[in-house]
């Protein structure tokens, strides 16, 4: 299982997203956008996924989950059941 979290500087959202996932123990591959030698590449991996052109976008345990709010809810309707 891999997770995967599409982030770029200066992103709160994206810091948040980060911050969550470290609360949870999750580990998971950061890709900056901004730090890629391809961001244009990085991009294209994005649009594979989704149409979304906001950051973070989260892959989790090989399913995508969308955004930070995405995966705030993923994780509070987990806790709920």
Same mark, same amino acid.
């Given at each position: 299982?891999?997770?995967?979290?599409?982030?770029?500087?200066?992103?709160?959202?994206?810091?948040?997203? &980060?911050?969550?996932?470290?609360?949870?123990? #999750?580990?998971?591959?950061?890709?900056? #956008?901004?730090?890629?030698?391809?961001?244009?590449?990085?991009?294209?991996?994005?649009?594979? #996924?989704?149409?979304?052109?906001?950051?973070?976008?989260?892959?989790?345990?090989?399913?995508?989950?969308?955004?930070?709010?995405?995966?705030?809810?993923?994780?509070?309707?987990?806790?709920? &059941?």
């Amino acid at each position: 299982m891999s997770t995967i979290i599409y982030s770029k500087n200066h992103c709160p959202y994206c810091d948040m997203a &980060k911050k969550l996932l470290d609360e949870k123990n #999750i580990t998971y591959q950061e890709i900056n #956008i901004n730090l890629a030698d391809q961001p244009d590449q990085v991009l294209e991996e994005i649009r594979k #996924i989704t149409d979304a052109k906001t950051f973070p976008q989260i892959i989790l345990n090989d399913q995508y989950i969308g955004g930070y709010t995405d995966l705030r809810d993923f994780f509070y309707n987990s806790e709920k &059941k």
